[in-house]
């Protein structure tokens, strides 16, 4: 799959840590961490929704496509 998760990025230029941003959105931070990694299958719009309030960031911002190689 050629869905590349920068949610780390956001994260580093908001200065919000991995433990802030998961009590905020009310995730586990294990699976914040899935979601980092890219290793998630799938994530709820509601998911996205909250990390994007948070973030002050469109969905964009966090998931980029890119053609496989």
Do not use: H
């Not at 200065?15 to 905020?24: Q, V, W």
């Not at 294990?30 to 994530?43: D, E, F, M, P, R």
């Amino acid at each position: 799959m050629a869905i590349i998760v920068n949610l780390d990025v956001m994260m580093a230029k908001r200065k919000i840590s991995s433990n802030e941003l998961a009590e905020k959105i009310d995730i586990t931070p294990a699976n914040l961490s899935i979601l980092k990694t890219g290793k998630a299958k799938a994530v709820r719009f509601s998911t996205l929704d909250k990390i994007c309030k948070v973030l002050d960031c469109q969905p964009g911002d966090i998931l980029e496509w890119r053609e496989d190689d």
